[in-house]
């Protein structure tokens, strides 16, 4: 039932009870540079079609947006995570984020014409993203690096979770392997039978600290919430004999408080991980190549066709997976693209790609 909460004449908010929640002397700034009016500061604990479960540390109560957020643009609308003003039980403000982790839309990957324009917002305010990925058929070295790629775009630092380690006599090699993509990367191994993993997962939350949980359905994000907080607070389903992988479970983003002091967000699994936004996110999930193409003969180099490609020999020579090259060259032709369309529009930036690949011929011709 909701909470009547009688709301002071201005902002009111009490730090102690706030910072379990995350708050932060990044919010303090924000909030006096709005120069806000009445409302209490509450945190968005989840969203409920069109209501907001909101805590301010002490109690939590249900809000609906005020119309301007309802009827604003996409980014004005509050999502899990978000700080807000509530004036009574309704959220009129959200007060300026730190971050924001989004993905392009359902159904726009592989579809250039539809590549992203529109974000949807998974969670706001967060410090660590947990990429989940069960080792059943789950496991995808090309999944991980979009996943990597999605996260360091929107300026996060990922972590890569491996869970159900007890299915395998030496799930080291796995953690072997995506350490071999993930530079720069923690990659920890998880196990529901011995709770392998907690310790080293528990120090990413630490008291005022979010954590997000990605991954597919049936990658086991819940059970690693349970086994995190030492108790069921996530309904979970058995593996499924058909197809060997768990079943989905999640159906809303929801923060959880954890034993450990910090904040947990469980999310459904994702299908596809489209993105909707350039940014350096490939460049910091493919940072060997990166570092290899210093050593190119053309600051340009697109490691392709060029002589004197670094990136091209070190695949010839067997230290650098073409398979991990080829995702590189997929990713970044689906980020340009996306800065092009959303610089030029969509038929000039069509235009230009097959006038870029034309001209890119000659050039090579003209080098050799």
Known sequence: MTERIEIPAQASFDPTSLRPLGWNDH??????AMNPGPGRVARVISVQRGLFLVSDGGREWLCSPAGRLLHGATGDYPVTGDWVLADDVV?????PRKNLLSRGEAGARGTQAKTAHRAQPIAANLDTVFIVCGLDRDFNLRRLERYMTLVHNCGLSPVVVLTKADLHRDPEEFRLEAESIAFGVPVAL???PDGAGVNELGRYLAPGRTVAMLGSSGAGKSTLANMLHGSDIRATSEVSK????GRHTTTTRE??????GGMLMDNPGIREIAFHEDGQGADSAFADILELSAECRFADCSHDLEPGCAVRRAVEAGELDPARLESYHKMKRELRYLSDRRTKGASRAEKERWQGLALMRKDLNRRR
């Open 242 to 245: 058909s197809v060997g992988k």
């Open 91 to 95: 959220a009129t403000a959200i007060i």
């Open 190 to 192: 998880t196990s529901l």
């Open 255 to 260: 923060l959880i408080r954890m034993p450990q």
């Open 27 to 32: 919010f303090d700034r924000e909030l006096a």
